[in-house]
């Protein structure tokens, strides 16, 4: 994540190429073709993109990623984003340009300066120039943006307190779950080389592509400012009061407490600071039951993935909810130590040195994964676990984003439900 940045200058093109095969629903097994289904309904034009790709491993899980993905997607809806679409467009452009995320970039540039961003705005996030044309709410999201995706990223209280005031609690919630959002989708996209069809061209004004910098070093330089992410120092106090009764929403959102508790059983930190966004924090915790119980990927290599997401978010709370099933994984206590610390990840079995390596391509570099370690992945997990670790990594990419830029102090007794 260190590698976000909007003032980087390059001159190559990669070219990438769609790696997975076209895909049928007569394909699937018969009782999978409800959610085929049911994501065509909630997209209402042809599946593509990042539900294409999970189509491919899960079905359902698509199906709650398009659930979640209304929420940010809809123009015009009484189930949408309380953002307006303008805001959201505009954070869309740029985490397709901090991600180098071709594919994102193509689906929302249109929408972005349908709904007002400026053209010479656009231009300048997708070629890495300085932003000049920035109005003040423009500004306050941008900068927002880039320091939750360098540095240590955290938000400033200056930048918090003008949010707040300009967006309100719910808005600021959403604001960051947006940009998470898009970087949930991304990453599987940016695995797979996702392109946009010519179908979906056809359907769009002409636009210039996002390009892709050619690969970049995917090492993270170590330096003394590297905080623990165990210490008990770090507790802090959350910037938004945290909603865990039912009293504590109007009553037409009480409902939406409901279904979290099914999918978990309790309220959550990290839900109680959702739930400023009822709506959205029912779909997002649904996605998240499926990455908390029903994941096929091998409990060692699951909290591996939450444990790289934290260490390369700086995320405290993303760290403690996986350490305790990380402890009781086969990783051995000397990675736990040694991710903590930043040092090299020397006792890795194959299997975690190819999820280690999959996770840093895409967290870091250019964000995309070379041929050769593509090639190795698939013969080692196979296509659908390989599209399962880079949603499962997005997932807990962006939970971390909330927790920091909430300051969401992990309580003693944290564990993976808790995400």
């Given at each position: ?110 929408w ?80 797979f080389?996702?392109?946009?069809t ?27 400012s ?76 699951h ?7 934290a ?12 350490l ?81 830029a ?14």
């Open positions: 994540m260190r590698a976000f940045r909007l003032a980087l200058a390059f001159n190559h093109i990669l070219n990438p190429m769609n790696r997975l095969p076209p895909f049928s629903e007569s394909s699937l097994p018969a009782d999978q073709q409800r959610f085929f289904n049911a994501v065509s309904a909630i997209r209402r034009r042809p599946i593509s993109g990042p539900f294409l790709v999970l189509m491919h491993s899960s079905p359902e899980l698509c199906a709650r990623y398009a659930h979640l993905g209304h929420y940010f997607h809809s123009r015009g809806q009484a189930d949408e984003s309380l953002l307006p679409l303008r805001v959201r467009a505009f954070i869309s452009l740029i985490g397709s340009r901090a991600l180098d995320a071709p594919y994102e970039w193509a689906a929302w540039v249109n972005a300066l349908e709904a007002g961003v400026h053209p010479d705005t656009a231009e300048a996030i997708r070629e890495n120039q300085p932003l000049l044309m920035l109005n003040e709410e423009e500004s306050l999201i941008c900068c927002a943006c880039q320091q939750l995706m360098s540095n240590d990223h955290q938000l400033s209280q200056e930048i918090f307190d003008a949010l707040i005031a300009r967006f309100g609690p719910q808005g600021v919630v959403e604001l960051v779950l947006t940009l998470g959002y898009f970087t949930m989708i991304a990453l599987p996209l940016n695995a080389e996702s392109e946009i010519d179908a979906q061209k056809k359907l769009r004004k002409s636009f210039s592509p996002l390009i892709v910098p050619p690969a970049r070093s995917i090492e993270r330089s170590v330096t003394a590297l905080k623990p992410l165990s210490d008990p120092i770090l507790q802090t106090t959350a910037r938004l009061t945290l909603l865990t009764n039912h009293q504590d929403l109007k009553g037409g959102d009480q409902h939406f407490l409901d279904r979290i508790v099914l999918t978990r059983g309790f309220i959550s930190p990290a839900f109680a600071l959702l739930l400023h966004s009822p709506d959205m924090a029912a779909r997002i915790a649904h996605i998240g039951e499926f990455f908390l119980f029903e994941s096929p990927i091998p409990s060692a290599i909290h591996l993935i939450g444990l790289l997401a260490r390369e978010l700086d995320c405290t709370y993303t760290w403690q909810a996986h305790a099933g990380a402890k009781a994984s086969t990783l051995s206590p000397e990675t736990i130590d040694a991710l903590e610390c930043g040092k090299p990840l020397n006792r890795l079995c194959p299997s975690e040195q190819l999820a280690t390596d999959y996770c840093y391509h895409l967290l870091r570099g250019n964000h995309h994964v070379s041929a050769q370690l593509y090639e190795k992945l698939l013969k080692q997990f196979g296509k659908s676990v390989c599209i399962q670790i880079a949603a499962t990594l997005g997932y807990y990419v962006m939970m971390s984003l909330l927790a920091n909430f300051t969401l102090a992990p309580p003693s007794n944290l564990s993976l439900v808790d995400l």
